[in-house]
């Protein structure tokens, strides 16, 4: 089993940043991709960015490119999300997910394990 444990939401004002943090443990040999994911109440769960094992494949939803960036630290089994600019329509439950493999991917159903999430809250 894999457990991954997000910190770093908060409330901020709009124009504001936070770091997110995802650290992996458990069976967390090999190789793997992360993502991050957010949900806003009443709301699907959607892709905000994903890192592949190596870190040479990113990828941003639209609504976060420019603003958001993604980077891991494999020897530290760690992703992060570093958001900047952000906006009350950011506000959401971030969630961080892990997939098998070297390829990150931008679906829900395409990761294999879940953290409990982390509230994010921007006021305008």
């Known amino acids: 089993q894999v457990q991954l444990v997000e910190s770093g939401g908060g409330l901020v004002q709009a124009g504001g940043s936070l770091r997110l943090s995802c650290a992996a443990s458990g069976r967390t040999f090999g190789s793997y991709a992360m993502g991050w994911f957010r949900q806003a109440p009443g709301k699907e769960r959607e892709f905000v960015a994903a890192i592949s094992w190596s870190g040479g494949s990113i990828y941003y939803a639209d609504s976060v490119k420019g603003r958001f960036t993604i980077s891991r630290d494999n020897a530290k089994n760690t992703v992060y999300l570093q958001m900047n600019s952000l906006k009350p329509e950011d506000t959401a439950v971030y969630y961080c997910?892990?997939?098998?493999?070297?390829?990150?991917?931008?679906?829900?159903?395409?990761?294999?394990?879940w953290g409990q999430g982390t509230q994010v809250t921007v006021s305008s």
């Open positions: 997910a892990l997939r098998w493999g070297i390829v990150a991917g931008t679906t829900v159903n395409e990761y294999d394990y």
